[in-house]
């Protein structure tokens, strides 16, 4: 018989588990980066993180987790079914003519080597700004491809629910079914000048909220990718006003810690909102679904903590050749772009 390595999975909550046994020669599996609108607007990170499992591999659920427990999502524009937990929101993966698995949601294999290969940056062109595909270029010494499928910017984009409006006053944050959206407001002069605006308002720009990549383990495990980044926005900017429990329209809450919420779309699945007690009036938004015109990482918006993400310790335990390439490569992308290599965020 031929040799095998089976690997396990599971999402923040544990309500889904599975094992998936690959052939050892078909290891490494080809990891992708997919930065189309579709992935962005499911996830609600920068771009999705996807492994196609060999031909006739599928997921082997735990009991008693099973496909028939997943919330499955299934868009015109895409050829796959996409699942995710009902409970916590993570993203598994994806069915389409074979299994497609989220890579970022096997802990009980992080200390195995030889199991992923990052290949590629898939359909960078469907931000303007290019997403994480303008921040690095090779994991671990190997240079990713660059593929958009022949495919243009428009193209790319046809998946996108509702474009961004280029003179709107207003930013733009919406899941990709729709269910979730809200308008964000720039920092107004009340709020600058508050005790509040001097934490989360930059010196360099008080028209922009912080933003900053995270690799906490607990937001790998609830989305189902590597990295996602947050803008932290002060509640009373955001359009239409929020509920104390900040589910509006399709959204559903989880609670990873006592003094921590998490909402995510009930339909499609992205990660919306994570909201903890000890600073009630401050929420970060999820940038994968918001609607920048000038791409994903919304600049316009924005000013990124260039100089590290928020728990580097957790994904260079997870994956230290992914982590150390966001690490360096957001250092040198901030520095020619003009953010700051550090801030305090409270």
Not at 68 to 84: C, V
Not at 178 to 201: D, L, N, Y
Request: glycine residues 8%; contains cysteine; hydrophobic residues 35%.
């Amino acid at each position: 018989m031929a040799a095998t390595k089976t690997l396990t999975a599971s999402c923040r909550c544990k309500s889904v588990q599975f094992t998936v046994t690959i052939p050892t020669e078909c290891l490494p599996l080809n990891v992708h980066l997919c930065h189309c609108s579709l992935c962005r607007y499911t996830h609600g990170t920068p771009c999705s993180f996807h492994a196609p499992l060999p031909y006739g591999v599928e997921p082997q659920f735990i009991a008693p987790s099973s496909l028939e427990k997943l919330t499955s999502y299934q868009h015109l524009a895409s050829k796959a079914t996409g699942y995710f937990c009902s409970t916590c929101g993570c993203q598994i993966g994806g069915l389409g003519s074979q299994w497609t698995i989220s890579t970022a949601i096997f802990d009980a294999n992080r200390e195995d080597e030889g199991i992923w290969k990052f290949n590629a940056h898939m359909l960078p062109n469907s931000a303007p700004d290019g997403g994480l595909a303008a921040v690095f270029s090779d994991i671990d010494g190997h240079k990713l491809q660059t593929e958009n499928l022949g495919l243009s910017p428009q193209a790319i984009a046809g998946s996108d629910s509702q474009p961004p409006d280029p003179e709107s006053k207003e930013l733009l944050a919406q899941c990709h079914c729709g269910g979730v959206s809200f308008t964000i407001a720039r920092p107004s002069e009340e709020f600058i000048a508050s005790p509040a605006g001097k934490e989360w308002i930059s010196p360099l720009d008080k028209s922009k909220w912080l933003a900053s990549m995270d690799l906490c383990d607990d937001c790998r495990l609830v989305n189902g990718t590597h990295v996602v980044s947050w803008m932290f926005v002060s509640v009373d900017h955001i359009t239409p006003r929020l509920p104390k429990d900040l589910l509006i329209g399709s959204a559903k809450g989880y609670r990873s810690m006592k003094d921590v919420l998490r909402v995510f779309c009930g339909t499609c699945g992205a990660t919306i909102f994570y909201h903890c007690d000890e600073r009630p009036n401050i929420v970060d938004v999820a940038m994968g679904i918001l609607r920048a015109p000038e791409g994903a990482m919304a600049e316009n918006w924005s000013v990124w903590r260039a100089g590290r993400p928020s728990w580097p310790e957790n994904g260079m335990r997870y994956h230290a050749g992914f982590s150390r390439a966001l690490i360096e490569g957001m250092k040198q992308w901030g520095a020619e772009r003009g953010h700051p290599q550090e801030f305090k965020l409270a």
